[in-house]
């Protein structure tokens, strides 16, 4: 069993986060610039959280499987709780295939400079919305 | 035969001598091609006297193709030259890919081995069987760009094969000491200085053109495997990463793994880094991607800036290497110079990364009163000073004023300034690191510390394997999670690294960035279907070990002993921010290990033993009874 007790939990701590992050004007508006919308699909627990970049702002939909993604990535909650504090090797778990993505690649490449500074806000944002017991010190 | 050309070509410049030797297949299977032929002939030819200045006519070269070099297929155009570093003073290697190997091999040859010195200018004709010794007056002083044209256009004839040139540009033949050697432009054997072994020699450039056919031990397998490896490079990340944006993608990834060296070693997080990531050397400097023979991948960039003080023409684009040095290690966020730099470095023939290490190391005397303004003819070495960065290169390309003294690299440069300059280097043998931080993967700290030419990232595989690229599960040192920011485990994962990627880099020929999809099956496999020889993963790596002895003992011939093993103190010093905060290897404990896995004695020599169980017994005489 992963580190989250239930898919209710972790998309209640990560879809809150990525709709921190789309309140956030300095990465918002980079990713509002490539217009992609985006399907994290988790498992370990399950959960499916849409981030659509295509509109004025960013719109973060938990269990939407119908959209049309132009971007999938897959990967287990663990990998991805640890990936918002910058603690995974994003080469190694590409290449195990512990992350999974799918779509126009440049695209994706590109978002990384943007989402640089989550990793501070992760930890902080854990801490003041009373997750603190899933923050890694 | 499958794969190999089928000869050796021996040139000696003093007496004008040319002899094409037939292969012998015994020695091909053993040392399989590239760095295996290169380190052993070498060591062959120089036993009978080790003692000898690198700029001499005793010092032989030797360029060697591997079996897949010329195989149309993705990542295999690699190929090796070799000999004693004008820069280090010990053994120096480099790897290189583009073109000329390819056409070397369709000449009919594997390799090449040139010994003595001509005593005028003077440049190898090849085409197929007629070999010559000509007079490169004509060539003399022509950066290495102008040298390709005008020797491509002099030698085009009625062929319709326009041929390869491998040249050195004026550095080469100013003998600075991180003189490269280029093949078409941009293709350059940068590390280690041997293009001043050329210009010492007065060997301008080498012309090949070829009309042969290589053949494929068993074809049907080859195109299969063919086959199954498309399904693999479509769509993969990695591959498609370099396709977009070279190698300069590495900004973005390192960046978050505290990878990338800042100000000379002292920072890994600046404020402007990304006024010189992929994504503005797109919009700025991109016009285009180069490739090097038969490969999809196409990681090569092709750079112009149209006007300004930083204006170069459309040409080979700074790789991530190149903008780290002359950008970050500088806090250089012009891109545009950095593209001029390396328009530079290029054209002059110069190693970029000895080259802006050794203008950062300047620029932290510059800070600290060691040099000044009078020392540096009125350039102001501040760091992020983009013109007196690009006025620089330009002057060690010269050897003009302070550039003489910072052409030696900057461990001699060290030397020569004083004071507590030495404190500043980021050497290992004296050969500047490249730009990956040890502090962030452990296995790179000792990979740096015991490489044979001095710090290097290409010598093994530890930089694809322990930063994440590549996964070599058959091999079970390297199957487990690797963690960066530990020590433990990483002697292991580095003796693993390098007999195996000496096999796959060196040797066989596969390039590190675009054959970093394969695994170590599939690796093995491709040799054997193009030699048709049945190796196993086993006896590849038993080869690479085997040459990995012969590196090591050709350094320890030139006197690379246990203290020369180890980090500068600058690489040592723990960061207190950042994504590496606080993290520092332990290379006792890596060294410690290293040794007791690879059988060296205290003195960094391998155990006599050791080498007389692979074969070595003529390496263990000259070491031990000499």
Same mark, same amino acid.
């Given at each position: 069993m992963g580190l989250f007790e239930s898919s209710e939990k972790f998309e209640e701590v990560l879809a809150g986060f990525f709709r921190r992050v789309g309140e956030t004007p300095e990465v918002a508006q980079k990713l509002l610039a490539s217009k992609l919308v985006i399907r994290f699909s988790y498992t370990d627990p399950d959960v499916v959280i849409v981030v659509d970049c295509s509109g004025d702002e960013i719109d973060v939909r938990t269990g939407d499987t119908e959209t049309k993604a132009q971007v999938n990535m897959s990967m287990s909650a663990d990998i991805a709780h640890k990936f918002w504090f910058g603690k995974v090797n994003l080469m190694a778990a590409l290449t195990r295939k512990q992350m999974v993505a799918k779509g126009p690649i440049p695209k994706i490449l590109k978002l990384l400079p943007a989402i640089k500074p989550t990793y501070a806000m992760y930890p902080k944002y854990l801490d003041e919305n009373g997750y603190g017991e899933y923050n890694i010190h | 035969m499958g794969g190999y050309a089928g000869s050796i070509l021996y040139v000696d410049l003093t007496s004008g001598n040319i002899e094409a030797r037939p292969l012998d297949l015994k020695f091909a299977r053993e040392y399989i091609g590239g760095l295996g032929f290169g380190t052993k002939i070498y060591l062959d030819l120089i036993? &009978?006297? $080790?003692?000898?200045? $690198?700029?001499?006519?005793?010092n032989p070269f030797v360029l060697m193709t591997g079996p897949l070099t010329g195989m149309k297929t993705n990542a295999v155009a690699r190929w090796t030259v070799g000999a004693r570093s004008p820069l280090t003073g010990l053994w120096g290697d480099c790897n290189i890919g583009g073109f000329f190997g390819a056409q070397l091999k369709f000449a009919g040859y594997d390799g090449i081995v040139i010994t003595g010195a001509a005593t005028s200018p003077t440049y190898l004709y090849i085409e197929d069987a007629k070999v010559e010794i000509r007079d490169a007056e004509r060539y003399w002083g022509m950066d290495t760009y102008t040298v390709n044209d005008e020797m491509i256009s002099d030698h085009k004839g009625a062929s319709k094969k326009s041929g390869q040139v491998f040249a050195i540009g004026p550095a080469g033949e100013n003998l600075v000491r991180f003189a490269s050697i280029a093949n078409n432009k941009g293709h350059v054997a940068g590390r280690t200085g041997l293009g001043a072994v050329w210009g010492a020699k007065k060997l301008k450039a080498i012309f090949v053109r070829g009309t042969g056919k290589l053949e494929v031990g068993y074809s049907n397998r080859f195109d299969d495997l063919r086959a199954e490896l498309k399904e693999l490079y479509d769509g993969n990340i990695s591959i498609e990463g370099l396709r977009a944006f070279g190698t300069a993608s590495h900004m973005d990834i390192g960046i978050i793994s505290g990878d990338i060296p800042m100000k000379n070693w002292q920072q890994s997080e600046w404020d402007l880094f990304d006024e010189i990531g992929p994504i503005e050397y797109e919009e700025k400097i991109l016009t285009g991607n180069r490739t090097c023979y038969a490969c999809g991948v196409a990681c090569k960039r092709e750079a112009e800036v149209k006007e300004g003080a930083f204006r170069f023409d459309k040409g080979p684009g700074p790789e991530y290497e190149t903008i780290a040095t002359f950008g970050t290690m500088c806090l250089n966020s012009s891109l545009e110079s950095i593209g001029k730099a390396n328009d530079i470095c290029n054209r002059y023939g110069m190693d970029t990364i000895t080259c802006g290490s050794t203008i950062a190391f300047a620029m932290e005397c510059f800070e600290n009163g060691l040099i000044t303004e009078k020392d540096t003819d009125g350039l102001n070495l501040t760091w992020g000073n983009s013109e007196a960065i690009v006025a620089m290169v330009e002057k060690i390309g010269k050897r003009e004023g302070i550039g003489s003294i910072l052409s030696g690299g900057s461990a001699k440069a060290a030397e020569q300034i004083g004071g507590n300059s030495p404190d500043f280097l980021t050497t290992v043998k004296a050969l500047e690191a490249p730009m990956h931080d040890p502090r962030g993967a452990h296995g790179h700290g000792l990979a740096y510390a015991v490489s044979a030419r001095g710090a290097c990232h290409m010598a093994s595989l530890v930089f694809p394997v322990e930063g994440g690229g590549m996964y070599l599960p058959e091999i079970p040192e390297l199957a487990d999670e690797i963690i960066g920011m530990s020590s433990e485990g990483k002697a292991k994962l580095n003796v693993a690294c390098e007999d195996f990627g000496i096999f796959f880099s060196h040797c066989a020929g596969f390039c590190n960035l675009g054959a970093m999809i394969l695994n170590a099956t599939q690796a093995v496999d491709m040799v054997r279907h193009v030699t048709g020889f049945d190796y196993t993963l086993d006896e590849v790596m038993q080869s690479g070990r085997r040459i990995w002895y012969i590196k090591r003992g050709l350094s320890n011939l030139f006197g690379v002993r246990a203290e020369h093993d180890v980090l500068p103190k600058r690489l040592m010093t723990i960061m207190?921010? &950042?994504?590496?905060?606080g993290s520092i290897p332990d290379m006792d404990l890596m060294l410690k290990e290293f040794y007791e896995l690879r059988g060296l004695n205290e003195e960094g020599v391998p155990e006599r033993e050791v080498l007389e169980g692979l074969g070595l017994s003529e390496l263990a005489a000259l070491l031990y009874d000499r």
């Open positions: - | 036993k &009978g006297k $080790p003692d000898f200045d $690198p700029l001499s006519a005793d207190d921010t &950042g994504p590496t905060e």
